[in-house]
């Protein structure tokens, strides 16, 4: 215990943070919504129904916890989603000694469940009533396995560390990521589909990734903050595919992998009407010239057959201090 102790004391930074964290941690509801928000994202509305508690009683100690560093808060909507910070390690040890047959905690987890898949039926109603419960890779005939496996191959070996999907639908990809990176993060423009990847990710335990609305035009992230990022069929919907990709670089640290899965040049032009595509494909020509105006090297292309021809895009970001010539 001591020795675990000391290593957080290290891990979390100066003095005063680490007196922050633990004045924030002691409180017994404060430990309950660590211990939940641990294990996944929840919303205050969430957490009132599975604790029992008033909404501003438990606004003031998300607001707490958030300003001690142990809660990360992510605004979507009238909603805002609460999860444990990444870099949070001292709460992990702290939760780690609370034992997990405590009847409080256990009831907590139970009620978490049942909220978790109530939420995951809300959405699949939305889906439904909205006329958008479809997979668009069924849809079209695409091997949807094939696909999922030619990105994972695509990326580096051995651990990939901080992880972007951009356009994440209902979390997929991260989901089967999930053992071989260190932080996932998952934004899409459709809260039904969050709303389903919460759900997924929540039951499979997956607390070190996340998911949140965003623009892919405008992310609002840092630049340079992820170790690769992808885009799985989602390019062919961008009005702008060239900015969409100078905006997913830009949050590419240098040297990070950028894979692009979309569909080759076709003259399906139903898909247009039907599906609402922007785009018929994406020639390779067209591909590296965004890429190299995005600050990235000339990509690697890997056919995938399927019924509509696939290809893969695979770039790695230059340092910021090379130019890279428009193809």
């Known amino acids: ?30 430990l309950r919504l660590l211990a939940l928000c641990a294990r996944g994202a929840w919303c205050v509305t969430e957490l009132v129904a599975i604790l029992g508690q008033s909404q501003p009683r438990l606004s003031r100690h998300l607001k ?12 979507e909507g009238a909603n805002a989603w609460f999860q444990m910070a990444p870099e949070a390690d001292l709460p992990r040890h702290i939760l780690a000694r609370l034992p997990e047959a405590d009847p409080l905690l256990a009831a907590d987890r139970r009620a978490a469940a049942r909220l978790a898949a109530e939420r995951a039926r809300i959405a699949s109603d939305s889906f439904r009533s909205h006329g958008a419960d479809w997979d668009e890779s069924r849809a079209l005939g695409l091997p949807a396995e094939a696909i999922e496996t030619a990105l994972l191959q695509a990326l580096p070996d051995g651990r990939l560390g901080r992880v ?21 993060l998952g934004v899409d423009a459709s809260r039904e589909m969050l709303a389903l990847a919460r759900s997924r990710l929540t039951e499979a335990g997956l607390a070190h990734i996340s998911v949140r609305q965003a623009d892919m035009y ?7 903050g992820f170790d690769a990022v992808t885009l799985h069929m989602v390019l062919h919907y961008a009005e702008d595919p060239a900015a969409a990709l100078a905006e997913a670089a830009r949050v590419l640290r240098p040297g990070g992998r950028l894979l692009i899965l979309d569909l ?25 010239g965004w890429l190299g105006g995005a600050g990235c090297t000339a990509p690697r292309v890997s056919p995938i057959p399927a019924g509509l021809t696939l290809r893969l895009w695979s770039a790695e970001r230059l340092p910021l201090s090379v130019s890279t010539p428009v193809f």
């Open 1 to 30: 215990m001591t020795l675990d102790i000391r290593i957080c004391l290290c891990l979390c930074g100066g003095m005063q943070d680490v007196l922050s964290q633990l004045r924030g941690a002691a409180e017994p509801t404060r």
């Open 64 to 75: 707490l916890l958030v300003e001690a560093g142990l809660l990360t808060r992510t605004p």
């Open 164 to 184: 972007l999907d951009i356009g994440c639908g209902t979390g997929g990809l991260l989901a089967r990521l999930a053992p071989r990176i260190e932080e996932g």
């Open 218 to 224: 405008r992310l609002p992230l840092p630049d340079a």
């Open 264 to 288: 080759a040049p076709h003259d399906r032009a139903d898909l247009l009407t039907r599906y609402a595509h922007r785009w018929p494909g994406f020639d390779d020509a067209a591909m590296a």
